[in-house]
């Protein structure tokens, strides 16, 4: 099934963005892992439209509803399933879309995946709504995984051409990506905020959209978990961050940039840090083979512009077979990146902990 992922842990995504409700069901978690709820709910609020003009107007409260799997606070070993209704939906402003082709949207592509029966409103199961319980999920993983010394972060590298600071990719420490996730708007740099908040804004007045870069990390994280081949850490990672809509790349350490350097230059040398095995730099970002190196786990993520803006745009009416003009209806970021944050997050934590609970014996152990 397209929204499902099956590794150590089991995922389902479910529901459309004007239907009901939307949610996710969480299979082969650890029994008795305490789960905190109002966490949860601070962890979803930052993936929540703000009010500052950078996000849409639409504004739902994203409680989830668990309906299974949590007992007195901590999961009970079966499947973990949670509901977040919607409840502020404006389904006319999308009646056009139901056959003209919205450019950079999955209108004509879903449609010919699902012959037709495909539910068009607000992009129906294609909406960057589904992030909602991918962020619950997520939000769920990364207590898990903070329980066991790992934690996770991530920032805004860029917006358009506006960039923030890097993280350090070998000395980036918990405290900095604690310190960063508690920014109502994720940057290092409060002057790279200030700026990429007026390119957005520059961005909504003139009826368009930009898109960015998001950087995500993870430290503590012990060495020697992943595979090879098939079932690298980096495919896993990959194909949950996928999950996330206008996602378009992935680069993993210095990622394309190695191919401008020589061998020498990219290689990350060894060394003993109190008998602890290290490299002296990271541009493997924390990867080689598919397997954790125990350095800090660091990629970035590449997010289109928003695709519905308010610009009038040549499109087809792929009933009729006609070329039509189309003015898109309703309320919609100008750029997604600043909410799109914790969604990289909620899919690294997923993957980090399907990784470990596939593999429960790490190097050492008996």
Do not use: W
């Not at 898109?328 to 470990?356: F, M, Q, T, Y």
Request: hydrophobic fraction near 35%; aromatic fraction near 6%; charge should be negative.
């Amino acid at each position: 099934m397209s929204s499902t992922y099956n590794g150590g842990i089991k995922l389902s995504l479910f529901g459309e963005s004007h239907g009901k409700g939307i949610g996710a069901v969480l299979d082969n978690l650890p029994g008795g892992e305490p789960i905190d709820l109002d966490k949860i709910g601070e962890f979803m609020a930052r993936r929540a439209p703000k009010k500052d003009g950078t996000s849409t107007t639409r504004s739902e409260k994203d409680i989830p509803e668990i309906l299974s799997g949590l007992y007195e606070g901590k999961t009970t070993g079966t499947p973990l399933a949670a509901v977040i209704f919607n409840s502020d939906q404006h389904s006319g402003d999308y009646g056009n879309i139901s056959h003209i082709a919205r450019p950079a949207h999955a209108d004509y592509t879903g449609y010919l995946r699902y012959n037709g029966a495909n539910d068009p409103r607000g992009g129906g199961h294609f909406s960057g709504r589904i992030t909602a319980p991918l962020c619950f999920a997520g939000a769920v993983c990364g207590q898990i995984l903070e329980r066991r010394g790992i934690i996770t972060g991530a920032h805004i590298r860029s917006i358009k051409d506006v960039c923030d600071e890097p993280f350090d990719p070998v000395n980036i420490t918990a405290k900095q990506l604690e310190q960063v996730r508690s920014r109502p708007f994720p940057t290092l740099s409060e002057n790279a905020e200030q700026k990429m908040r007026e390119m957005i804004n520059s961005a909504r007045m003139a009826q368009d959209s930009v898109g960015g870069v998001v950087e995500c990390a993870a430290v503590g994280f012990p060495a020697g978990v992943g595979s090879p081949m098939m079932e690298g850490l980096e495919n896993t990672i990959s194909r949950l961050v996928f999950a996330i809509p206008a996602v378009k790349g992935i680069e993993f350490g210095i990622g394309f940039g190695c191919t401008e350097l020589f061998g020498s230059e990219n290689n990350d040398e060894f060394s003993l840090d109190n008998g602890k095995v290290v490299t002296i730099t990271n541009n493997h970002g924390g990867i080689l083979g598919g397997i954790s190196s125990g350095m800090p786990i660091i990629f970035r993520v590449a997010f289109k512009p928003t695709p519905s803006i308010s610009q009038p745009q040549n499109s087809v009416d792929f009933k009729t077979s006609t070329e039509e003009q189309l003015i898109i209806k309703g309320r919609h970021d100008p750029c997604v990146v600043p909410r799109a944050v914790p969604c990289v997050e909620a899919a690294l934590n997923i993957a980090l902990l399907s990784a470990l609970l596939e593999q429960p014996l790490l190097p050492g152990e008996v």
